[in-house]
């Protein structure tokens, strides 16, 4: 039977384990990445555009901030689990959804808030946002788990492939595997995005799948076609 590493925070971990579950395929969960919500106010609320790009950016915001019903505020947001967390919270029609944050940048315009983790953005992206009118707020920190080697060799060694959802949680494992880095070449890598796929190929390594609509279910039916 197919065996996949799990990269992502604990409860997404238990997310993904249901549904690679119902494809037969066994997992472990060995979390890469944790979040640590940052205290933040915003002095003034003169935008014309908010950029959600993850889940938990919208959670954060909705716990310290409020969207004025009416408004007159465009929303950009990046994959539909965020959106769907996003309309448990606020409901408007002036809302654009997206499969990536470099779909987003080129269509936005006028004053624009990002709502995102601290984690340093890819050079691409920063050439991106550079003539853009638009303030970063580092809602939340992103930091790497560390685990003792052998933890991680002894996970690394017995998948079969591995599963990442951001640069961070695959960085997060470059971090942990210390000169052991060469193993990844001998797994099957998985990457949600074309952000994420970008972020391991620059670090030498072949991606095995990039799902072209960015869910968790095209990649398990991806690895049950390849046989388990």
């Known amino acids: 039977m197919y065996k996949l590493l799990l990269t992502r925070e604990e409860e997404k971990n238990l ?23 940052k205290e933040f106010e915003l002095k003034g609320f003169d935008f014309d555009s908010i950029i959600f790009s993850s889940r938990k950016a919208v959670e954060i915001f909705f716990k310290n901030l409020y969207i004025c019903k009416n408004t007159n505020i465009n929303i950009y947001i990046v994959g539909e689990k965020t959106k769907e967390s996003f309309l448990k919270f606020y409901n408007t029609k002036k809302l654009i959804t997206r499969d990536s944050i470099k779909e987003i940048l080129p269509i936005i315009s006028g004053k624009t808030l990002w709502i995102r983790t601290d984690f340093e953005l890819p050079e691409d992206i ?18 790497h788990k560390v685990y003792d080697i ?33 193993i990844l070449n001998e797994k ?28 968790i279910e095209s990649i398990a039916k991806y690895i049950s076609s390849i046989g388990t």
């Open 15 to 37: 997310e993904s384990q249901k549904i690679f579950s119902s494809y037969n395929i066994n997992t472990i969960s060995l979390p890469m990445i944790e979040t640590i919500p």
């Open 188 to 215: 099957d890598i998985f990457a949600i995005g074309n952000t994420t796929a970008d972020a391991i190929k620059n670090e030498g390594f072949n991606v095995t799948y990039v799902p072209q609509k960015p869910n």
């Open 150 to 182: 052998e933890k991680v060799l002894e996970a690394v060694n017995t998948i079969n492939g591995i599963f990442f959802a951001s640069p961070s949680a695959f960085l997060g494992l470059l971090k942990n595997l210390q000169n052991y880095k060469y």
């Open 126 to 143: 920063k050439n991106m946002v550079k003539n853009k009118d638009i303030f970063i707020l580092e809602a939340y920190k992103t930091k």
